[in-house]
């Protein structure tokens, strides 16, 4: 078995005029979690739809748990957890119901485990799904899903119409899922905060373009903000800082770039007078990379 479960070669997506998704390649090792992070439009549901094989590429391919993404068998399917944005239950389905529908499909499903998880937050059993706050259907959904310990998760804002406390609950279940069945998961959220205490990687799609794959722990440490005066250029920078991002302001310049080889003390003595450096947060670097690249150097941190 491939240590890759999601492989992706040039996934391209066109609807008529529009292409969704262009040359995408991706992949993703088992027992990692990913944050899939892109403005409205940017093509993550497009992608998360071709990798379980509900559309069709228009060329290239995606490769699941070693199988062709439009040939997943069910025994390769029963393996993955997905949770799209929208894809809700019947309004008379009650939680006791869809619970014994999960089991059919799902041999792995605790229900112990999800009548647990509903306690948690007052969900009963034979309330109907209809009638339910929308914070209280996001997290039956999403209970559904873990509580089938599937070795693939692909969750499509899970997290969306939920409070802080219980977005603080979901994420740090699919944290723990994770570190103790070793599964993978992608999710696809708004929501950097949440999902940048949990997640391993980050994949950033902009326009159908893949713009960056990275591992946080090395963007932690690597990424650096720096402010140059207006005298400055970006040119003045040592050559081990890789820039990707710009953005001029009445005082000077901001420049987001990558550095691998010098700690920020050394880069510090580097720089040019009046000039400071420090580390970004997820959120800065996304604004970033989305808002503020620089032409074909966003390849430095992919």
Request: glycine residues 6%; negative net charge; aromatic residues 6%.
């Amino acid at each position: 078995m491939s240590d890759y479960i999601i492989k992706t070669n040039q996934l391209t997506r066109a609807f008529g005029d529009c292409l969704a998704l262009n040359n995408v390649d991706l992949q993703i090792e088992n027992g990692r979690l990913v944050a899939l992070l892109g403005p409205n439009g940017a093509g993550k549901t497009t992608l998360i739809q071709l990798l379980l094989g509900l559309l069709e590429p228009s060329e290239g391919n995606a490769i699941i748990c070693d199988r062709e993404s439009r040939e997943l068998p069910h025994d390769v399917f029963s393996r993955i957890g997905y949770m799209g944005d929208n894809d809700n239950p019947p309004r008379w389905a009650t939680a006791n119901k869809l619970m014994k529908l999960q089991a059919e499909v799902c041999q792995r499903f605790d229900r112990g485990l999800a009548e647990n998880l509903f306690q948690r937050h007052n969900i009963l059993l034979d309330k109907p799904f209809g009638v339910m706050s929308k914070g209280q259907k996001k997290w039956l959904r999403a209970v559904l899903v873990l509580a089938s310990k599937p070795d693939l998760l692909i969750l499509d804002e899970p997290a969306d119409g939920l409070d802080p406390a219980i977005r603080d609950d979901l994420f740090n279940l699919i944290r723990e899922q994770i570190n103790d069945t070793q599964a993978t998961a992608l999710v696809a959220t708004h929501i950097i905060s949440d999902i940048e205490r949990v997640a391993d990687e980050l994949a950033i799609i902009t326009e159908g373009q893949l713009l960056a794959f990275a591992n946080l722990e090395d963007l932690r440490e690597e990424v650096y903000e720096i402010y140059l005066s207006q005298r400055c250029q970006v040119d003045q920078l040592d050559n081990s800082f890789e820039p990707f991002a710009q953005q001029f302001e009445d005082q000077g310049l901001l420049v987001w770039g990558r550095c691998k080889e010098k700690s920020r003390m050394e880069i510090e003595k580097t720089l040019p007078a009046h000039a400071t450096v420090r580390h970004v947060d997820l959120k800065t670097f996304y604004l970033a990379v989305t808002k503020n690249q620089i032409e074909n150097k966003v390849e430095a941190v992919i």
